[in-house]
T-cell receptor, first 106, second 111 residues
Framework: GIQVEQSPPDLILQEGANSTLRCNFS?????LQWFHQNPWGQLINLFY???GTKQNGRLSATTVATERYSLLYISSSQTTDSGVYFC????????FGAGTTVTVRA | DGGITQSPKYLFRKEGQNVTLSCEQN?????MYWYRQDPGQGLRLIYY???????QKGDIAEGYSVSREKKESFPLTVTSAQKNPTAFYLC??????????FGQGTRLTVV
């Protein structure tokens, strides 16, 4: 199956800082999604982005499918950005990376 | 409203019992998935189904069973053969490559 690797595993930020999360995948995929897991455990869709760049407020994502990676940017981080960020790729099934745990300190 | 509904939100099971977790979607999605998440860990795939009356084992299927008799429903049974069932269970659905959506999850605890 497709292997998905996320880095870094943990990230500690001061409020207001910018950060970049990375997702590498081992094979061609039909799509890629970024999720944020909230404190109650629910997975919130952030982006589905097979290629190119998308932006939503302070968050943006870029996927370079030919080089098999995607980046999630968090700008001007806030404490509410804390949580676990997952990327998932859709080949013949939905495969997840291990996640990046983000802690934003006030 | 369209979405995925998992029930119950919390479930307690005695040792040796089978329990069934419900997952219903009204998004008209073909594919449905079950994942398990342990504290501080990522998501591990239990079973998935790309079409009605067909499903495949994921990475950790032992001790679990599923059925897909209707497009809208994909129940997961945690059997007594699952030795460590306490976990958070998440159900998802998708239309092929056009993105997946998740339910709110079921927290299962063995008492």
């Amino acid at each position: 199956g497709i292997q998905v690797e996320q880095s870094p595993p943990d990230l500690i930020l001061q409020e207001g800082a910018n950060s970049t999360l990375r997702c590498n995948f081992s094979d061609s995929v039909n799509n890629l999604q970024w999720f944020h897991q909230n404190p109650w455990g629910q997975l919130i869709n952030l982006f589905y982005i097979p290629s190119g760049t998308k932006q939503n407020g302070r968050l943006s994502a870029t996927t370079v499918a030919t080089e098999r990676y995607s980046l999630l940017y968090i700008s001007s981080s806030q404490t509410t950005d804390s949580g676990v960020y997952f990327c998932a790729v859709i080949g013949y099934k939905l495969s997840f990376g291990a996640g990046t745990t983000v802690t934003v300190r006030a | 409203d369209g979405g995925i509904t998992q029930s119950p939100k919390y479930l307690f099971r005695k040792e040796g019992q089978n329990v069934t977790l419900s997952c219903e979607q009204n998004l008209n999605h073909d594919a449905m998935y079950w994942y398990r998440q342990d504290p501080g860990q990522g998501l591990r795939l239990i079973y998935y189904s790309q079409i009605v009356n067909d499903f495949q084992k994921g990475d950790i299927a032992e001790g679990y069973s599923v059925s897909r008799e209707k497009k809208e429903s994909f129940p997961l049974t945690v059997t007594s053969a699952q030795k460590n069932p306490t976990a958070f269970y998440l159900c998802a659905s998708s239309i092929d490559w056009r993105g997946a959506f998740f339910g709110q999850g079921t927290r299962l605890t063995v008492v």
